[in-house]
């Protein structure tokens, strides 16, 4: 390696030898003080078949600037990566001499300690959370349609080193958006499992600032940091930042916020991985829109989707039969109240010291959620089990309003086939 600042800094390399299926990659570890040297005149310079070429550079990029945080960051990233290929003996290795020279040759001055998240100046507060997705602890049921765009991104993600040596760039980005409730947020924890990476999620109320310039400086704090590191940033409540700039009833400085905004996004390395959420794209920038390689609409779940959600939430808890049955009742629910029921029906039954949920607790559940007039005691019963049957006449069968209302069969024939009232 080349000094080429002129500096006369000392440089140290340790080579270690990693053999490929069909190539030798020779990783260098630096260690320099005070000298800067030409990672990224190297990028454009390294033969293109050189494999994991972007977590090398950003190991001696870190080196170079005595950042441990991007050094033991990226490192893990790379031998996690090796080990997926099944070269579990250099990953090892790799970690162990990560794990053996965290201290030696940093200058204190100059470390960023991982647990340390950026903060707003005034109140101190840290801009973002972050949460490591356990694997299967996040799991989301998609429609047909959003579930192939996320499947393809995750795909590009995955595949960023290949495409990469091809000459065909990717942009990482995803904006999900949809009304609330319908899968959003675990989505973006859904895709931050399957990529094995933490998840910083944006916290909208330190991002904000009341002084004047401090929303930018906190944003650019920000994406800084998510760049730094291997990570997927999540900006929830996404509008809050990035809201249309002719909206005459917002002031200069929120219209700057987005111009920062976007020019935090257009400095992101395509190696960054950045998921927006909105309930409101309405209110979005359209220059905001366009910064987003994929976009998601998750909408109210189909009665396909129902289904595999309540058998997903209820498992052993509810027959098929009882499943198809309220997933038609449940037309217009969102993702959020289908679990919300079936998690109280479950509770229920366990309190009952039963292995099934009552159908008549589970239909009530269903019914005060999609029509809560049908459970308006107030109302003759009559008009309430027509207004119910409108509903889902093939599901709600007079057996199961008799359930569901809690009163004999005989009675729901009788009011049902004449008329009658209370």
């Not at 080990?83 to 940093?106: F, K, M, N, P, Q």
């Not at 801009?127 to 299967?136: N, Q, S, T, Y």
Request: aromatic share 4%; glycine share 6%; net charge neutral.
């Amino acid at each position: 390696m080349v000094d080429k600042t002129g500096i006369g800094g000392r440089c140290v390399a340790e080579r270690g030898q990693y053999f490929g299926r069909h190539r030798h990659l020779f990783i260098n570890t630096l260690i320099c003080s005070r000298s800067s040297c030409y990672v990224h005149e190297m990028a454009d310079s390294v033969h293109p078949a050189l494999p994991h070429l972007f977590e090398i550079l950003k190991i001696i990029e870190g080196g170079v600037n005595l950042d441990r945080t991007r050094v033991r960051a990226f490192s893990e990233q790379l031998a996690t990566k090796l080990e997926a290929e099944g070269d579990s003996r250099t990953a090892d290795r790799l970690r162990r001499v990560i794990a053996s020279a965290r201290t030696r040759d940093l200058s204190p001055a100059r470390l960023s300690p991982a647990d340390r998240l950026p903060v707003d100046s005034e109140s101190r507060l840290a801009l973002a959370d972050e949460a490591v997705i356990a694997p299967g602890e996040a799991e989301v049921v998609l429609g047909a349609e959003p579930d192939s765009i996320v499947q393809e991104f995750l795909r590009f993600v995955q595949s960023a080193d290949k495409l990469t040596r091809h000459g065909v760039g990717i942009a990482p980005s995803m904006l999900i958006y949809g009304p609330p409730g319908c899968g959003k947020t675990e989505l973006g924890r859904f895709v931050a499992q399957q990529l094995g990476l933490p998840l910083l999620i944006g916290r909208t109320d330190s991002l904000i600032s009341s002084f004047l310039g401090s929303t930018a400086k906190n944003l650019r704090a920000l994406f800084e940091h998510a760049s730094s590191r291997p990570c997927v940033l999540f900006l929830d409540e996404f509008d809050a930042v990035a809201k249309v700039r002719d909206d005459q009833h917002e002031v200069g400085e929120l219209k700057r916020v987005v111009v920062s905004l976007l020019q935090n996004i257009d400095a992101l390395d395509n190696k960054t991985i950045l998921l927006a959420a909105t309930n409101h794209e309405h209110l979005l920038d359209l220059a905001v829109w366009r910064r987003f390689a994929f976009k998601v609409h998750l909408e109210r779940p189909d009665a396909s989707t129902r289904a595999r959600l309540l058998s997903r939430f209820l498992g052993a808890f509810a027959s098929d039969e009882l499943v198809d049955a309220m997933a038609q009742v449940a037309e217009g629910l969102t993702g959020a109240e289908i679990r919300q029921v079936c998690e109280g029906a479950k509770r229920a039954a366990i309190l009952a010291d039963s292995d099934q949920v009552n159908q008549g607790d589970a239909l009530r559940r269903v019914l005060r959620l999609r029509s809560p007039s049908t459970m308006d005691s107030h109302k003759p019963l009559s008009e309430r089990l027509k207004q119910a049957r409108a509903l889902a006449p093939d599901a709600l069968t007079y057996r199961r309003l008799a359930e569901a209302f809690d009163v004999s069969l005989g009675h729901v024939s009788n009011l049902l086939r004449d008329g009658g009232s209370h």
